[in-house]
């Protein structure tokens, strides 16, 4: 059962366009929720997170969106640069009733995103 | 502030052998997850420790122990390896697990077995 969900394995955009990344996930538990940027055969690079008591958060060119009712958030690159080229993973962090995650992060499959020049 | 170091970053073992992986974790940091990153299964979680305790554990077999020392210190171990176990294996650290905290991950250690 895969909780944590990207559907799209591949989004191509323009150059100073807009790149929107979606996950979706199906753990009512999940409350923590960050993206990672990542090039192969490196770790994955922390970008942006949101907690689930907030619908928006912004970090520079990123903001992530979270609609809890839907269990869907999204990642907005603007404006998109070749250097955003990689793949994002949408990862997931459950709470227990003490508030610890014990660090346990739960990933989606991954969105492989080319900005070409 | 040093990021999360993994050592070795490269290594090749031959079946039925056993691996040991390092991991030293961002100064500060008490948490220290492990995860498996293959092609077919992504990046999945394998253990938590905090304060030399194991305190979360993944759906792998138990061919796949890990400890913590004292400094915080990692170290995953995987006896009998299987042609199955070659991967990118991840380490991350954060402050102390609390939900809310960002995990922070190290550049990994490629397995590869034969």
């Known amino acids: 059962d895969q909780q944590v969900k990207q559907n799209s394995p591949s989004l191509s955009v323009q150059e100073g366009r807009i790149s929107i990344l979606n996950c979706d996930y199906t753990?009512?538990?999940?409350?923590?929720f960050l993206w990672y940027k990542k090039y192969p055969a490196e770790g994955p690079t922390f970008l942006i997170s949101?907690?689930?008591?907030?619908d928006k958060n912004e970090d520079g060119r990123f903001t992530v969106f979270l609609n809890k009712s839907a269990k869907h958030l999204s990642l907005h690159i603007v404006p998109s640069q070749p250097g955003d080229s990689a793949v994002y993973f949408c990862?997931?962090?459950?709470?227990?009733?003490?508030?610890?995650?014990?660090?346990?992060?739960?990933f989606g499959q991954g969105t492989i995103l080319t900005v070409h020049p | 502030k040093a990021g999360v170091t993994q050592t070795p970053r490269y290594l090749i073992k031959t079946r039925g052998q056993q691996v040991t992986l390092s991991c030293s974790p961002i100064?500060?940091?008490?948490?220290v997850s492990w995860y498996q990153q293959t092609p077919g299964q992504g990046l999945q979680f394998l253990f938590e420790?905090?304060?030399?305790?194991?305190?979360n554990k993944g759906n792998f077999p138990g061919r796949f122990s890990g400890r913590q020392f004292s400094n915080s210190r990692s170290e995953m171990n995987v006896s009998t390896l299987e042609l199955g176990d070659s991967a990118l294996y991840l380490c991350a650290s954060n402050t102390d697990g609390r939900s809310g905290n960002t995990i922070y991950f190290g550049e990994g250690s490629w397995l590869t077995v034969v």
């Open positions: 420790y905090f304060s030399e305790t194991q305190r």
């Open positions: 990862a997931a962090s459950p709470t227990n009733a003490g508030g610890t995650s014990y660090g346990k992060l739960t």
């Open positions: 949101i907690s689930s008591i907030k």
């Open positions: 100064s500060g940091h008490r948490s």
């Open positions: 753990n009512s538990m999940f409350d923590y």
